[in-house]
């Protein structure tokens, strides 16, 4: 077992003293502004430039998420967390906006560091086992983009498409 899903599993803290269900709880003020948790919640293969102390995912680690339902569910909490955050839901197998989506909106606005949060969520739920909700969020931010509303840029479209294994 590793330090990632021993914190997953509530176990043991982040490398700043956090647990999982301390995370899962910061009001959306303290999730825009605390820059080191994303790593903890969505972690990927490669090093963090912004926070070098986060946990890289290994073959182990995908193998156990995928095998163990406690964690995936734990994964599934975080994903509304971050969804939630950015004034979505999940519903039905779908990502749609929540009823604050119109307050939250300054995120698609502009490229801006939730940007690369989403890349990172993309990509992390779907090697960790949760591909119907990488999927699913996909779904909502391409048709967020062919709206014509969100200032979603081409290039971030295509770091999103690559992330959850889509085509682009």
């Known amino acids: 077992m590793s330090r990632l899903t021993e914190f997953?599993?509530?176990?043991a803290n982040d490398t700043s003293g956090r647990s999982l269900a301390e995370i899962q709880g910061y009001s959306d003020q303290r999730l825009e502004s605390v820059h080191d948790f994303i790593q903890w919640l969505f972690p990927l293969r490669?090093?963090?430039?912004?926070?070098p102390g986060a946990p890289l995912l290994?073959?182990?680690d995908v193998a156990e998420f995928r095998a163990d339902p406690l964690l995936r569910r734990n994964l599934l909490r975080s994903f509304d967390v971050f969804l939630a955050f950015l004034?979505?839901?999940?519903?039905?197998?779908?990502?749609?906006?929540?009823?604050d989506f119109d307050v939250k909106s300054d995120v698609w606005r502009f490229p801006n560091h939730n940007w690369l949060r989403i890349t990172r969520v993309l990509a992390s739920t779907r090697m960790l086992g949760?591909?119907?909700s990488s999927l699913a969020f996909y779904a909502f931010l391409k048709t967020l983009k062919e709206s014509g509303r969100s200032g979603i840029t081409d290039?971030?479209?295509?770091?999103?498409?690559?992330?959850?294994?889509?085509?682009?």
Request: aromatic fraction near 12%; charge should be negative; proline fraction near 0%.
């Open 46 to 51: 490669e090093r963090s430039q912004f926070n």
């Open 130 to 132: 949760l591909e119907a």
């Open 8 to 11: 997953y599993r509530g176990e």
């Open 87 to 99: 004034g979505l839901t999940s519903e039905d197998g779908k990502v749609i906006n929540a009823g």
């Open 58 to 60: 290994t073959d182990a």
């Open 155 to 168: 290039d971030t479209f295509g770091y999103w498409t690559r992330a959850a294994g889509g085509e682009n």
